[in-house]
């Protein structure tokens, strides 16, 4: 067996001095947290607490190693312990023992009951706890008689969620290593307010990104990433503590300075431009993206099938830089506003949601559907050719246009069946897929116009 030369114990304050902490954010509800931690190594083996890790670490995730490579850290053991300090934990820890409860009655006078905690009602990590029952004078309460009095801290409570290392050092010397790992508790999302003139084709974009962290760790002045994308994550099995989150939210404008993004991996990550503070319990916002005069046409789109009385209102820009935007864009949700020429003001008028858009790629996004344009469609015909394993059908779809203005409606039509034929047909179509073919109609105003095709199928 190896003979220990000495043992060293020292803390690790939460955030070494000059150090600054860096998050990767996912937008799956998870983090990678980088932290400095100034090790003083021994030899022989060097106990080290760090009080400064989340509440939801995936222990098993943690890396600590020496970020230029010259020192090699071999961990023999590590500790984490997630449950602080508190009234719950304290009466679980003294289960079957007595305790002193301290009592004001109604007149003020103060008193001392002694009780036996049968049952501390503590479930480390759950959302709610069950109710504690404690035995007075051989009676059983479910509830606690008064404000529990507990002997002196020991060395079973932390104040903090706390990592603690066994390290083995060769020999002596000062490093500052990394600490890295993964942990719930974060999340960010990306929203999009466009705002379109009350007359025209072109919109304004404002893009925002929301961090939240509900960690149990605050981090000051952090340099924060956003990774987007559907990265592989096995989910954990153990239930996580609930924290309410807390209402205020913080906005932090980036000024002059911009977002960046880049590629990474099969992803893209996006980088704040400056330190930002994020606090337990707290959302923060971002300004990640601005454009002005992005070409979205209005698009009406007709889909009988899926909605038989209903126009979709729809607009529709390409991602590019010629078009004013260009940046990978992450899911996210967006709101639409127009401007109402008579005050001046912007009115919502939908939202919508959009998927990972990558560059040049078009975006669709819904706005609601048409007050004044209305869709009817109806089979006209079905049955069998007269050639064995075929079948026809035939559909009739009316248009009307009760606007003052003229439109363009794009029907849309599902066809069953990668073997089909259009037979016949009222209006020239464009085929999008071996199962979708669209219509492109124009309405004058207040006029109505019938789309017909009659369509065979093959079965063999």
């Known amino acids: 067996m190896k003979t220990l030369l000495s043992a060293a114990v020292w803390a690790v304050a939460a955030v070494a001095a000059g150090a600054q902490p860096a998050l990767t954010v996912y937008n799956q509800n998870f983090a990678v947290v980088r932290e400095r931690v100034p090790l003083d190594l021994k030899p022989g083996v060097n106990v080290v607490k760090f009080t400064g890790a989340t509440r939801m670490l995936e222990a098993d995730s943690v890396v600590l190693r020496d970020p230029t490579g010259k020192v090699s850290l071999r961990v023999l053991e590590q500790s984490y312990r997630a449950d602080t300090l508190s009234q719950g934990f304290l009466l679980s820890m003294n289960e079957g023992k007595e305790l002193d409860f301290f009592v004001r009655d109604q007149n003020g006078r103060e008193n001392i009951l002694r009780g036996k905690v049968i049952r501390s009602g503590y479930t480390p990590g759950a959302d709610g706890s069950e109710t ?28 903090k969620p706390t990592l603690t290392w066994q390290i083995e050092g060769t020999q002596a010397g000062k490093l500052e290593a990394e600490l890295g790992y993964v942990t719930a508790g974060f999340s960010w999302e990306a929203a999009y307010n466009l705002i379109a ?3 025209g084709e072109t919109l304004d974009v404002v893009g925002w ?8 760790q605050s981090f000051n002045d952090a340099v ?20 309410a989150m807390r209402k205020d939210v913080m906005y932090a404008m980036a000024a002059q300075e911009a977002v960046t993004e880049k590629a990474f ?10 330190a930002v503070t994020l606090r337990d319990r707290e959302t923060k916002q971002v300004e990640f993206m601005r454009a002005t005069g992005v070409k979205a046409p209005v698009v009406y789109v007709y889909d009988g099938a899926r909605n038989p009385t209903k126009v979709a209102v729809t607009r529709e820009f390409k991602n590019s830089t010629e078009n004013g935007l260009g940046l990978p864009l992450p899911k996210g949700r967006t709101r639409f506003y127009r401007k109402d020429d008579s ?8 939202e919508d949601n959009i998927d990972h858009t990558a560059k040049n790629e078009l975006v669709r996004v819904k706005t609601g559907d048409a007050f004044d344009i209305v869709g009817e469609r109806k089979i006209a015909n079905q049955g069998s050719s007269k050639f064995q394993g075929q079948s026809e059908q035939s559909f009739e779809i009316k248009l009307r246009n009760r606007k003052a203005t003229p439109v363009d409606v794009k029907v849309v039509e599902h066809l069953n069946g ?8 009222s209006n020239e179509f464009t085929k999008k897929d071996a199962s979708t073919i669209e219509f492109m109609v124009p309405l004058k105003p207040d006029e109505e116009r019938t789309v017909t095709y009659r369509v065979r199928y093959e079965w063999r």
């Open 132 to 159: 504690p029952i404690v035995e007075v004078d051989g009676k059983l309460r479910f509830s606690l008689p008064g404000v529990p009095q507990f002997p002196a801290l020991s060395d079973q409570g932390v104040l």
């Open 197 to 199: 003139p009350e007359k």
């Open 209 to 216: 990104v929301t961090v939240s962290n509900t960690s149990g």
């Open 224 to 243: 924060v990433k956003l990774m987007a994308g559907d990265v592989q994550k096995v989910q954990p099995q153990r239930p996580m503590g609930g924290m």
């Open 265 to 274: 991996d099969e992803f893209h990550l996006y980088s704040l431009p400056r």
């Open 343 to 350: 005050d001046g003001r912007i009115e919502f008028v939908g």
């Open 418 to 425: 990668p073997n089909w034929q259009v037979m016949e047909k």
